[in-house]
């Protein structure tokens, strides 16, 4: 099974390449789901077909489906949020201010993630398409397990213990009512699934593909997107410059936009190296209905297979040397200075400008103590030393 992934800016036609690419499956014969996980869902108007909360044919062999976000935040986060609740109640927060602070930014689009997991599961689907919300902020959010994994590993399972033994007592004395089972089994269940779909998402047969326009702002981001899905572990098989104006029978006022354009794309051939950048030119008109669509997708990918699974290692990956290892870690666009890394134990703690994370190092490694790291041609490289008395201490900057 084959999962792709689109992700991109507001505005860029992410949704419109996303469709087309899922239609072009279908006509293969492959069996072809295509999920939006955006609130403002635009696959129905894309297809120009009623499309539901459950897979809805529109075509043969094609299936789309608008996740209900607000549904699968019901059910995963309801027990946890009804605890939640209880506890401001009784610090006296008023019940609209206290439903507003239990609520995660973006929690909605993360969980409704956990649709393509059910998916995945049935083994119903030759390739699943996922029109993301627009940001890389949804899959950056996707390592909260990993992030918790630390916590869920060594505290939650103590925590537990403690809490039923202690319960009663703390809940006279401090007169907050104490979390249940069922508030830990949920967070419990929570995390194992939102682990999943990490996994899922990062394995072999999954990639992402970031949408653009050639515009410098918008191509910013798109870089930043790029290394943040790298930072977090999923593999970037190629970039879509949409809305490219055609140099022919360009006159003067649209001749500058087309030399602006082509400063952008550049820029973007040199932002992206090494993956292919696909062109989508600008249309007379809208693309409406699978066949508009699939023309788009004919017109984007040419003679490319663009099903075909990802080729080469994923941004992870390590490498033994006679003195040890050495941990390779894809961070395009990212230069040393970006770069904050410090060890904890078995774990690396990653900062690279905003985003963090954490790193569990394998059993092969967690043995070792970090000789360096270095950022060269757009990846982070740690070298791992066998231990001495001279080790660096646990929790110490690189």
Not at 301 to 312: K, L, M, T
Not at 369 to 374: C, D, H, P, W
């Amino acid at each position: 099974m084959r999962i792709l992934l689109f992700t991109g800016k507001g505005g860029v036609g992410k949704s419109t390449v996303a469709a087309g690419t899922a239609a072009l499956a279908a006509e293969a014969g492959r069996r072809t789901l295509v999920l939006s996980t955006d609130a403002a869902h635009s696959l129905a108007d894309a297809f120009d077909a009623p499309v539901h909360a459950d897979p809805t044919e529109v075509a043969p062999h094609l299936f789309v489906q608008h996740v209900d976000a607000q549904l699968r935040f019901e059910q995963s986060w309801a027990e946890i949020q009804s605890y939640l609740l209880s506890v401001l109640e009784v610090a006296g927060v008023d019940p609209v201010a206290a439903e507003e602070l239990t609520v995660i930014p973006g929690a909605e689009e993360v969980l409704a993630l956990l649709e393509l997991r059910l998916h995945a599961l049935s083994d119903e689907w030759d390739v699943i398409i996922v029109d993301c919300a627009p940001t890389a902020e949804t899959l950056r959010l996707l390592a909260l397990p990993e992030a918790l994994g630390w916590y869920m590993q060594r505290v939650f399972p103590t925590q537990q213990r403690v809490m039923k033994a202690l319960r009663p007592v703390l809940s006279r004395a401090a007169g907050v009512p104490m979390p249940g089972g069922s508030v830990f089994d949920a967070v419990e269940r929570l995390h194992g699934e939102l682990d999943e779909v990490h996994a899922l998402l990062a394995g072999p047969q999954s990639s992402v593909r970031i949408v653009l326009t050639p515009e410098q702002v918008v191509l910013a981001e798109a870089r930043r997107s790029y290394t943040s899905l790298s930072l977090f572990g999923y593999r970037v098989d190629g970039v879509v410059a949409n809305r490219i104006f055609p140099a022919d029978g360009a006159d003067a006022w649209r001749a500058q936009w087309v030399e602006a354009q082509s400063g952008v794309l550049e820029a973007a051939r040199n932002s992206f190296a090494g993956l292919p950048l696909w062109r989508s030119g600008y249309r007379s008109e809208e693309p409406v209905g699978v066949e508009a669509l699939r023309e788009v997708a004919r017109s984007l990918y040419g003679d490319d297979d663009p099903f075909r699974a990802p080729v080469g290692e994923g941004p992870f990956r390590v490498t033994r040397t006679s003195t040890g290892a050495t941990l390779h870690l894809a961070l395009p666009n990212v230069a040393r200075h970006d770069v904050r890394l410090a060890r904890n134990g078995d774990e690396l703690v990653l900062d690279v400008g905003s985003y963090r994370r954490l790193l569990s190092l394998p059993a092969g490694l967690a043995r070792l103590r970090v000789g360096g790291a270095t950022v060269e041609d757009g990846e982070l490289r740690v070298r791992f030393r066998e231990p001495s008395t001279e080790g660096r201490p646990s929790g110490s900057a690189v």
